[in-house]
């Protein structure tokens, strides 16, 4: 749990984006996906600008393409969800490749899809550029109650310890000829998931005695005191206006077609 600790989205680097403080970057991804969010239906130009946007940021911090979208790619069982809206939905039909489909449903659809994958992106670079423990450092100093950014913190920790210890049990049943393939030999996994529930249990009152006994206060020690500059928070404060430009510039040119 110490500041050394990185996830496994992390990537290391020297970028701008990386050296940033870490209240500025949450805010910045807040702000910017506020933005998103809140961009209407109609301005489907405005998600292109926010890609944009967002892109330029990815390649200031030296992201790779190949790497944020694999690790978008968890947005793909949102996306097939999505995909049933336009046949489902009522109203006024079109065709798409000979296919009739709901005009609303298909519009809806497609500002679903574009709000998910700019958030996810987002959620992707952000997790990329700053590490677990700067984040919920950067969260503290946004005013997030210290209780929630403990839980947090201590439940990221300790679900890597847990799947790795899951995995290996796993192997230890491996190992002794065990290879469950059917749904009626899934008992032993069952005992083997409450088994580590039990030692998951022990192993965290362990944990916070031993913390206790350290003088813990149900506050993490602070090993980085730096803080945004003016500089920073004015770097962060550009991405969620660049993006409200883009909304902008896609409503004006809609009122201009419009005349």
Known sequence: MGAGHA?????????????????????????FVTVVALTPADLGWAFAGHAVVLAAVARTARLSVRFVASRALVVV????????????ATGPRTEVLGVAVSAEGLV????????????????????????TTAIMRGLNRLRVPTVMTAIAT??????????????????????RGYDPRWLWQARPIASSAGALFVRSYERGE???????????????????????????????????LLALLALLAAAATRTLGGL
């Open 206 to 240: 362990r944990v916070h005695a031993a913390m206790l006994a350290r003088g813990f206060d149900g506050t993490m020690p602070v090993l980085d005191d730096r803080r945004a500059g003016r500089g920073e928070w004015a770097a962060a404060a550009a991405l969620p």
């Open 77 to 88: 069982p949102f996306i097939a969800f999505v995909a049933l809206i336009p046949f489902v």
């Open 154 to 175: 201590f439940m990221l920790r300790y679900l890597e310890v847990l799947t790795g210890e899951l995995g290996r049990m796993r192997t230890a049943m491996t190992a």
């Open 7 to 31: 996830h496994a989205l992390y990537v290391h680097g020297h970028s701008r984006v990386h050296a940033m403080a870490p209240e500025a970057k949450v805010a910045a991804a807040l702000g």
């Open 108 to 131: 809806a659809a497609r500002t679903i899809l574009c709000k998910a994958v700019l958030g996810v992106t987002t959620t992707v670079v952000l997790a990329a550029t700053t590490e």
